[in-house]
């Protein structure tokens, strides 16, 4: 069953976020449905599950991306084991703290894009990408995580009463 | 907290710390060696991207389906009809002005320019575009076609309105296009009535684009036409790239920098052409020639 979640989530996540996504963009912000998934991966299943598909999936990303092929895969990899590590630490978190991690982990991570790919190390520039994508979409990545970590949190409970 | 899911697909933990292990050596290997490991990923990349190429193609059927439903049915029926038909002609039309012009300038310029001929026939492919791109720090188009119809990385892509970007990725069936309003793509052009030569570039957020590098006696103004120089970046000369609306110089400035609006609207692109050669005709011509030769790149005297 897993393993048919994590396939789905493989060879579907990205078309989703590259078709329909785009059309449901509010301000042309998408949420990085790929760095969601990895959080979400990493904070249920630990550190090296989040890890391996927060790098798989990152690395489908980045062959339907304009940039280089491997900024996706690193990132996101880090952010799924991350999150596992964090979690090991704070076990006690409820589910809809998720938010504030999954915002960090999306602004560090859109901080690593902005040196990558727009090679901005203007102070003015930083503030501007801040203000205008960065900030926008870390938020909306952290709410697309409560809300879809709150419908896997009843479903495995729905689960677990049956 | 409600109980996780059990890490059951990574076995025991002999697994777990090779798989760490393994990934730590991955991300060292991209980290440090980005590339060797764009080689590898784009060997290992191939079979993954076609087979996430198939619900792609299937999810941008049913959006365009969706879309056009709504455009045809829910909203403004023969009116939408209507204005797709005249925007194309306009496009078109807009083409079409610009070849003259620049037919009109090559007659007036030197005998010796006129064997680089504006019009090169170069083939084309059709390509419809079936999705954005995957994240948003990159400005680009998928394509549905690749590698199987001919489509290689730095071929052009165009509308009849101008040009659109340059492929940047291939894969048997889909290519990635960067648009002309990215930042990461520089196109070399040439202001048409003044002959100044520049590079066109994207600017974050912004669906402009800067020419840079035009020289500071150069009487550039608003409302000038940007065309491609047709250098290198896989474009003939003469195509379209947009019109001048601001022209900059600071003080202390070596050059003049114009804000170009694009000819072409890349935000509501649904067909375009892929030009079908990366470097242009005559640029082959002069580098395919031995050198010392007649009509080479360098000839002895």
Redesign the interface.
């Known amino acids: 069953m ?2 048919l979640l ?1 396939a789905g989530l ?3 996540l ?7 996504l ?2 449901l963009s509010p301000f042309g ?2 949420p ?1 449905l ?1 760095l969601v998934a990895a959080c979400l991966i990493g ?7 989040g ?2 598909m927060g ?1 798989l999936l990152g ?12 900024l ?3 990132t996101k ?2 952010v799924g ?1 991350s999150m596992g590590v964090l979690i090991k630490h704070f ?5 809809q703290w998720i938010f504030f991690p999954v915002v960090i982990f999306s602004l560090i991570s859109g901080m690593v ?1 902005l040196v990558f ?2 090679g ?1 190390i203007e102070l003015i ?1 930083v503030v ?2 801040l203000s ?2 960065l900030v926008p ?1 870390a938020l909306l990545d952290g709410m697309l995580a409560v809300v879809a970590n709150w419908a896997l ?1 009843r479903r ?2 729905q689960t ?1 009463k049956l | ?10 076995g025991g933990p002999n697994v ?1 710390r090779f ?2 292990v393994v ?1 730590t050596i ?2 060292l290997v ?2 440090f060696l ?1 590339r060797t ?2 080689l590898v ?2 060997g ?2 191939q079979p ?2 076609e ?2 190429a ?3 193609k ?3 059927s ?2 365009y389906a969706v ?1 056009e439903w709504w455009n045809h049915y829910v909203a403004l029926q023969g009116i939408y009809e209507r204005n797709r038909q005249l925007r194309q002609q306009i496009q078109i039309l807009q083409g079409e002005l610009n070849r003259y012009r620049e037919q009109a300038q090559a007659a007036q310029r030197l005998a010796a320019l006129l064997r680089f001929r504006e019009h090169v026939p170069v083939p084309t492919v059709a390509a419809r575009v ?11 188009l ?1 394509l549905d076609k690749g590698q199987n119809d001919g489509v290689e990385k730095e071929m052009g892509v165009v509308t009849p309105a101008g040009i659109v970007g340059q492929i ?2 291939t ?1 048997a069936s ?1 290519s ?4 002309i309003t ?3 793509l520089a196109v070399p052009a040439v202001i048409q009535r003044t002959r100044d030569e520049g590079l066109v570039q994207g600017i ?2 912004e669906q402009k684009v800067r020419m840079k590098y035009i020289p500071p006696l150069s009487a550039v103004k608003v409302g000038d036409m940007v065309v491609t120089s047709g250098l290198t970046g896989g474009f003939p000369r003469g195509l379209l790239i947009g019109e001048v609306l601001k022209v900059e110089k600071g003080p202390g400035d070596l050059f003049q920098t114009a804000w170009v609006v694009p000819s072409v609207d890349v935000q509501t692109l649904e067909e375009v052409l892929i030009i079908l050669q990366a470097r242009p005709q005559e640029v082959r011509e002069m580098l395919e020639t031995p050198l010392g030769s007649p009509g080479g790149m360098m000839t002895s005297p």
């Open positions: 897993k393993l994590y493989i060879f579907l990205v078309p989703i976020q590259t078709t329909i785009h059309s912000i998408r990085d790929c904070f249920w299943t630990g550190h090296v599950e890890g391996a790098g690395f489908v990303q980045d062959l339907f991306s304009g940039g280089t092929l491997w996706n895969t690193v990899a880090l084991f076990a006690n978190l409820t589910s894009f790919a727009r901005a520039g501007q990408h205008i994508m979409q949190t495995i409970a677990d | 907290m409600i109980g996780r899911l059990r890490p059951g697909i990574v777990r798989i760490i990934l991955a991300v991209m980290v980005p490991a764009h990923l784009q290992i990349g993954f991207a087979a996430v198939i619900p792609l299937g999810l941008a049913l959006d879309r079936i999705g954005r791109n995957a994240s948003n720090w990159y400005q680009a998928i940047v990725k894969t889909t990635i296009v960067l648009l990215d930042p990461n974050a957020h």
